[in-house]
Nanobody, 126 residues
Framework: QVQLVESGGGLVQAGGSLRLSCAASGRTFSTYTMGWFRQAPGKEREFVSA????????SYADSVSGRFTISRDNAKNTVYLQMNSLKPEDTAVYVC???????????????????WGQGTQVTVSA
């Protein structure tokens, strides 16, 4: 199991930017594909982005493609989500997740992820 702690959320105006961070415990962080999901009030949790354990491959939801960038620093056990051109519909709790298995393929479904953080609130005002 990987322990995950998110930070960087907050209140921002539409068009603004935020960078989320997810700090992971454990010496095996570099072997896990990582992902970001979000859940808006009254809605189901949805996939946002993922990055392979080596950082070579990334995947994005259509709704954030071109605006969000995922990256990782394995030396710091941290994965980031840079969010630009934010929209009110991006308002949600953003949760970091680690793949169920080490060296797992890049994934976009919740079932593929086995460790979850508590989440950080992102609120975008119009």
């Amino acid at each position: 199991q990987v322990q995950l702690v998110e930070s960087g959320g907050g209140l921002v105006q539409a068009g603004g930017s935020l960078r989320l961070s997810c700090a992971a415990s454990g010496r095996t962080f570099s072997t896990y594909t990582m992902g970001w999901f979000r859940q808006a009030p009254g809605k189901e949790r949805e996939f946002v982005s993922a990055i392979s354990w080596g950082g070579v491959r990334t995947s994005y939801a259509d709704s954030v493609s071109g605006r969000f960038t995922i990256s990782r620093d394995n030396a710091k056990n941290t994965v980031y989500l840079q969010m630009n051109s934010l929209k009110p519909e991006d308002t949600a709790v953003y949760v970091c997740a680690a793949h169920r298995l080490p060296f797992g393929n890049i994934a976009i479904t919740e079932a593929d992820f086995g460790s979850w953080g508590q989440g950080t609130q992102v609120t975008v005002s119009a």
